[in-house]
């Protein structure tokens, strides 16, 4: 007994070895386990379709998994012994249940169903959800289920050929996430944009991304900028991360940075106060990465990506390269799109500057063409005359206007000699205070005309100071006459003082005071405040720009104050001494030709602004014997001059004096004033003045019915077909560019004058033609009615005739029907049946028309009337329509309305009935009612899913006698629709219809809302 026992496990490890031979290391541990106390016992009792298919298994280097019986014992291979993972080799000899417990609800039942039919399964990247490395992963798999038949036929083990294809599905997946990734932030037109971007397409993509927040670093800072975040509760991430190294900080940004590397962080609980959620899956997020963004793959990183790693995979080297490949992305688009936004700011500011200089020529070519317009002016009447010789107000005005060029062409030189770098300089020691003092009371009469004071102080000053003088005089009167521009009441006052080191002079007025929003840009060449109230629209816009200059050719420096309605000030600093200027310009002769402009010349200019506002003008021009005209059917005629320069107020005034009442004003406002309270027969305004300028002159003239149709001629310097055609655009009638002669000017204005006295003499006679032509009209709208009154009345006297005779046929007809009895054959029970229908169709026709009449005539009884009542009484009333079939109705709440009660009901039913009718072929018919309320009127809607209509037969459809279909098809009179829109339009309503073939119908029509009732007053 004992030998026995003793012998029997050699029977079974020789049986093992020649059953389980093979198959490396798995083979090894398979032949050294005691099967004896598996389910599936020794060795040796192990049938021959179970030694078979282990020798297939053993003998195969394809991952092959076996499950042998009803308990899915599992004897696999080396191949297969990856896929166990940790599982391994305590796997072998186990249950497929026991081993598999967190998949076997997910397979189990096709390994049943297997055992069960004997039919094998095959499955693609089949998703197992398997815990075989102490956490669950996320995997996949090709596998076959295949019977392995035993000796009786009958299915004894699965053969379970697999291949893990869990990194080609989640490569493929990040793939693809990196290409939409790539394909949308390459759309980026900002650094900001790029990031919002990449965070909206990794938010989407949960299974790889379980959060993520986005950082940039911006130049000059210590810590990076959150731009954008995904996946968490805003406020999560803070909003700057400090770029250090360190135990206590909490994103290790720094080490990233220097390394380049992606970075791990554990512990994700304690950086951000909870545990983030994992994405697709139930699990908390565990683990993040930091990747830098390095632009061009090398240098300091630009910014970083925070991402949330799957709390279902591992974080190995496949995921490292997804994290540093999305970084790379939105590096190389944040880099892209940081250089577009330079480029585009870049062409911006060019663009700017184009602005600016072209408004920059516009002005200077206005301020170049009004004075050249007054010297021309004077100089070709004088040349016409028979004493070719410039006297008086003429030569005067003149020589104003030659003061004005040379002032502005020296302007003009400064500023490009100080672009070039080549304007000269001349310090030498001058008492600044008497200087400025000089300047400054060389404006006292000019402020004193304005209706202002003029305060100077300018306390003796402990030491001469270096200045160029001619500069200084440029910086004192370009600050003055800035002043008086602006300021209409109140004070302008000038103080200098030193302070220091420093001598200070301030220019403060009570003036208009400028936006905040155009202070920063107060002293950029070309620029000028728009919409800036001012005594003129005259400037070139680069005087407080060349005095910021000449101020820091002196080392010094310049700003303002201001507050808009209150007034501005200017403050000038420049240094004592003359340490800070250079050496060789101390006291140096000047090697080219002085800009300096005579102080009166700002003087005169000022004093033009400040003058007489001009009124009508008195003083005729001398014409020459050419331009003698002949007496004109204008003469007369009120012309409005509007324009802010005095001389050229005075030099137009007295042009057109000879011929015309003038009335002269200094800038829009006031002109528009003047032509609504007395409308004149031509307006001529210069296009650039200060409040209102030309265009919004005559965008307001012709808002006004009074003076929409006055003529306005508009003066500009802008030369050129595009400001003639911008001009004529706006709505002028002509558009005359300076310098014009005064030939060009009066033969303009009289020409537009005679043509608006021929517009109005024109519109006068349409006027008289209408008059008639609605007289007539009414005459014959009256014979209409009439006519119409009397066709209504004959159709009710034949209608009503027309019954009698159709009830006698009908009658008899059934009379002659009962009386014959069955005596009649078919044909002539078909022809009595035909008289008997025929005369029943022509009496609804007649009490059709006999109610289309009535609709006309009679009085409405208009009430409050409650629609939802009268609806279901008619469904009672036309429930033998619907008999046999299936109809729905949908019947929504319905407003109360103000109508007549039986004429609303008529409406109701018409187009109920047609519901019913159309719907007839319908296996389900549908019906529906509902409306809309406005604060006037109800909109009510009847819908139906019938047969429908083509929309360009709708006109059709209310029509008296109008059909869509045949007589065949549906039957009817054509009258109902027509007595629809009679009634609706009694009640001041309208009606329409929608509907398309095979679609169903609607028809709406308004009706009065009612009000509310009044509540009643109670009585004591």
Known sequence: MKASVGEAPSRDRASAAEVLSGGGDTGALMRALDWSKSPLGPVESWPQSLRSAISICLGSGFP???????????????????????????????????????????????????????????????????????????CYFNYTLS??????????????????????????????????????????????????LAASTLGSSLADVTFCALYLVEDGLSDARLVAEAGLPTGTFPERLPLESGPHVAWPLTEARSTGRVQQVMGLSERIGFAPPGGNWPEPTHTALVAPFLPGGAGEASGFLIMGASPRRAVDEDYLQFAERAAALVARAVSTATA????????????????????????????????????????????????????????????????????????????????????????????????????ASIFRSAVERAGLRLSVECAPLPAPVYVDRDMWEKIVLNLLSNALKFTFAGEISVRLEARGTHVELTVRDTGTGIPPEAMPRLFERFHRVQGARSRTHEGSGIGLALVRELVALHGGSVRAESTLGEGTAFFVSLPMGHAHLPPERLGAPRALASTVSRADAYVEEALRWVGAEGGPSSVPVTASPG??????????????????????????????????????????????????REPPELVL??????????????????????????????????AGEEAHVEGLEAGADDYLIKPFSARELLARVGARLEISRLRRANEEQVRQLNAQLELKVIERTAQLQESNQELESFSYSVSHDLRAPLRHILGFAELLGKSAGGGLDDKSRRY??????????????????????????GELKRSRVDLLPLVDDLRSELAPEAEGRRVLWHVAPLPLVLGDPALLRLVLKNLLSNCLKYTRPRSEALIELSAEESPREVVIHVRDNGVGFEMQYVDKLFGVFQRLHTSEQFEGTGIGLANVRRIVSRHGGRVWAEGAVDEGATFHFTLPKASPPQAETPTT
């Open 627 to 676: 331009e003698r005209a002949q007496p004109l059917s204008t003469g007369g005629a009120r012309i409005l001059l509007a324009d802010d320069n005095a001389d050229m107020r005075e030099y137009v005034s007295r042009l057109l004096g000879a011929r015309w009442r003038v009335e002269a004003v200094g800038d829009g406002r006031r002109a528009l004033e003047s032509a609504l």
């Open 64 to 138: 092959i998994n076996l499950y042998w019986g009803p308990e899915y014992v599992m004897l696999y291979n080396d191949g297969y012994a990856p896929i166990a993972g940790g599982k391994h080799p305590w796997a072998l000899g186990r249950s497929g249940r026991e081993v598999w417990p967190e998949i076997w609800d997910s397979i189990g039942e096709a390994f049943a169903r297997v055992m069960a039919t004997g039919e094998a399964t095959y499955l693609e990247d089949s998703l197992l959800l398997m815990h075989r490395h102490g956490y669950t992963e996320e």
């Open 685 to 718: 305004t210069d296009v650039m003045m200060p409040g209102l300028d030309g265009f919004g002159l005559l965008r307001a003239l012709r808002a006004e019915e009074r003076t929409r149709s006055v003529p306005v001629i508009m003066l500009s310097a802008r």
């Open 832 to 857: 009595l049946r035909t008289i008997m229908e025929s005369a029943q169709k022509g009496g609804q026709l007649v009490d059709d028309l006999l109610a289309f009449s009535r609709l006309g005539r």
């Open 340 to 439: 577009f936004e330079v480029e585009r700011k870049r062409a911006e500011a060019l663009a700017e500057l184009d602005r600016a200089k072209t408004l920059f020529f516009s002005n200077v070519s206005h301020e170049f063409r009004t004075p050249l317009t007054l010297m021309l002016g004077p100089t070709e009447d004088a040349l016409a005359s028979p004493d070719p010789v410039l006297r008086g107000p003429a030569l005067e005005m003149v020589h104003r206007n030659e003061l004005r060029l040379l002032k502005l062409v020296n302007t003009l030189l400064d500023f490009s000699r100080l672009e070039a770098g080549r304007l000269e300089a001349s310090f030498v020691p001058m008492d600044l205070a008497e200087l400025t003092c000089e300047l």
């Open 147 to 196: 019977p392995i038949r035993g000796e009786s036929g009958r299915v004894e083990g699965i053969f379970n050929a697999v291949m893990e294809t869990t990194y080609r599905v989640i490569n493929a997946r990040r793939n693809q996430v990196l290409r939409e990734l790539g394909e949308r932030v390459v759309l980026a037109r900002s650094a900001r944009e790029a990031c919002t």
